[in-house]
């Protein structure tokens, strides 16, 4: 017999009722390390009391209006990004596959408006993921995310990360734009050359075509920059964001500049729920944390100190480990164990990790861990590798 929450996840045998900072705690009491934020989406950690008190103080005023009225903490959240970023304009929505599908449309219509509607074709990269709708799965591309659920929606074409000739050789009378993430997470975190994002820039501009750029996850200060992108120098056309954005409350973000935008008029598309009070009072104040220097700077220091202890983690189990890859805050141990053991192992000892794909422990802190938390952490993965043993 099913069960009545649909059987769709694997899940671990832990429930928790309570959270503090960058802890989980068990109905029973135990705490456990959370080194994955809810997939990078509690990035002020749990129970954060300035959003605590952003959602109460909105939730004792007003819920919820539609976009048929205006929404004032909408218009705030809107001016924080715009001001803090490339774009001139911003679209909320609930989630970050809303992020990218709306960045798929704004593309299309761009080239729409243009008189050039054969430009639908959006180019991604090989082990990319932008999502789980069906536009979504077929923008990556691969059997794991697409089989079964056929036929896939035309016009992505996916190509091999990393190789600018392959980029170059993609682009054609039917490219509307590329789509990538500065910093691939599902995939394995794997960062993006800054080279490379240069070199998809230059060939955009070239061409004349649009700069998509997915930073649902390493977007939000998770790098040690307010987004990834700015690692590289460059600026997209559209960006999509979401998970950490909402420190937890569901809140994604469609960012894009004038030009790229200039087709999207009333009507062409909207969101129930998108951009609503309780999302946008909660966003704003995230918005307001993540973006200080100060802040980012810190988050700078402290990646640092656990890419070095991590560096050594690996160094000392090598049999365990292969290497420690990623940015900032967004970190991933390439494993010669399956990851999945390791993970379990990691449990044992209290600590939250995640699976990535290539055989990747990802490790996605809040931006909020201390010095001290990371340090614990490391001795707890030490702890989990020495257990397994081999």
Known sequence: MIAPIMPTYIRADLAFEKGEGCWLITGSGERYL?????IAVASLGHAHPQLVEALKTQAEKLWHTSNLYRVSNQERLASML???????TVFFGNSGTEATELSVKIAR???????????????????????????????????????GFEPLAPGFVQIPRGDIDAAEAAVDENTAAFMVEPVLGEGGIVPLEDRYLKLLREICDRHGILLILDEIQCGMGRTGRLFAHEWAGIEPDIMAVAKGIGGGFPLGACLATERAAAGMTAGTHGSTFGG???????????????????FLQDIRKRAGYFRQRLEALVAGHPDIFDEVR????????????????????????????????????????PLIISQEELADAVMRMDRAASSMGT
């Open 34 to 38: 959370d080194c994955g934020a809810g």
């Open 109 to 147: 219509r761009y080239w729409h408006c243009k008189e050039q509607p054969e430009r639908k074709n959006v180019i991604t990269l090989e082990g990319a993921f932008h999502g789980r709708t069906i536009a979504m799965i077929s923008a990556a591309g691969s059997e794991k995310l697409t089989e």
């Open 82 to 88: 715009v001001e803090n970023s490339f774009a001139d």
């Open 326 to 365: 990623g940015a900032g805050l967004m970190l991933g141990i390439k494993c010669r164990v399956p990851n999945s053991e390791f993970i379990q192992a990691a449990l044992k000892q209290k600590i939250l990790t995640i699976a990535a794909g290539d055989n990747v422990v990802r490790l996605l802190p």
């Open 276 to 294: 609503n009070p309780l999302a946008c009072a909660v966003g704003a104040r995230v918005v307001e944390i993540v973006s200080d220097p100060d």
